[in-house]
């Protein structure tokens, strides 16, 4: 099995901006430090807003739930 690193970099690679927001959100639910976990949020939520992304609004309210807006 590929590591979440190996299929964010591959995404990159791809272009696949939309698979990034999902790649991201994976990897801030998979750490416990509060700030690693705003870090992957926020760029979630960056490519979520470029691409008009449904979970937008959810990414927006889990930054919002740790004063990061």
Sequence with gaps: ?????????????????????????????????????CFFFTQAYVFALEQGHPDKEKLYQKLAQYDRI
Excluded at 7 to 31: K, M
Aim: proline share 0%; glycine share 2%; with cysteine.
């Design 1 to 37: 099995m590929t590591s979440l690193n190996d299929r964010l970099l591959n995404a990159y690679a791809r272009g696949a901006h939309a698979e990034l927001v999902s790649l991201y959100s994976e990897a801030a639910e998979c750490t416990k430090d509060i700030d690693e976990r």
